[in-house]
T-cell receptor, first 110, second 114 residues
Framework: LAKTTQPISMDSYEGQEVNITCSHN???????ITWYQQFPSQGPRFIIQ???TKVTNEVASLFIPADRKSSTLSLPRVSLSDTAVYYC???????????FGKGTRLHILP | DAGVIQSPRHEVTEMGQEVTLRCKPI?????LFWYRQTMMRGLELLIY????????DSGMPEDRFSAKMPNASFSTLKIQPSEPRDSAVYFC????????????FGQGTRLTVV
């Protein structure tokens, strides 16, 4: 599993686009980048996964630069219900362990 | 599929008692993970199974904790004897083909040891 660094917390307002960046300098060639979301009193939920460039689904976009040493999760037009903890995980393919760091606590304000 | 099912949702027990938490993974998933979450320590991986076999239990805090997976549709996490510091939310998750595939989490069991 690759070490990741992401901000501990972020605040934003409803309707804004939110970008959460994760650093993973020791990412390996075969590593994928995965993001999970956890609402209070619930288990984490898979949001998006990518390997390079850009991935988009109905929930978010994931931007990965060419060197892959970082990635940015982009949430378009957030609402109050997007208040959650967001986790960046890299390299679970190495040993199948899914280990969560401290994540980024995102607080959306009205 | 109903998703990953955990029981009970809430458990309150007295210190020294045995506690058993249960998990039913999604049918067809080969991997099962047990986690513990507290404010202080975050989300910790306790143990995971592949095809009912424990692969890594290095996260199990003490010998008081044990986990089993007698078949592909059922797993238990047992704490004996329980202590107040075991109070936490315990999550179970399953994946189709290992850590790099999407993990589906249960609703968790909130354990309070008094």
């Amino acid at each position: 599993l690759a070490k990741t660094t992401q901000p501990i917390s972020m605040d934003s307002y409803e309707g804004q686009e939110v970008n959460i960046t994760c650093s993973h300098n020791n990412i390996a060639t075969n590593d994928y980048i995965t993001w999970y979301q956890q609402f209070p009193s619930q288990g984490p939920r898979f949001i998006i996964q990518g390997y390079k460039t850009k991935v988009t689904n109905e929930v978010a976009s994931l931007f990965i630069p060419a060197d892959r040493k970082s990635s940015t999760l982009s949430l378009p037009r957030v609402s109050l219900s997007d208040t959650a903890v967001y986790y960046c995980l890299v390299g679970m393919n190495r040993d199948d362990k899914i280990i969560f760091g401290k994540g980024t606590r995102l607080h959306i304000l009205p | 599929d109903a998703g990953v099912i955990q029981s009970p949702r809430h458990e309150v027990t007295e210190m020294g008692q045995e506690v058993t938490l249960r998990c039913k993974p999604i049918s067809g998933h080969d991997y099962l993970f047990w986690y513990r979450q507290t404010m202080m320590r975050g989300l910790e991986l306790l143990i995971y199974f592949n095809n009912n076999v424990p692969i890594d239990d290095s996260g199990m805090p003490e010998d008081r904790f044990s986990a089993k997976m007698p078949n592909a549709s059922f797993s238990t996490l047992k704490i004996q004897p329980s202590e107040p510091r075991d109070s936490a939310v315990y999550f179970c998750a399953s994946t189709l083909q290992g850590g790099n595939t999407e993990a589906f989490f249960g609703q968790g069991t909130r354990l309070t040891v008094v």
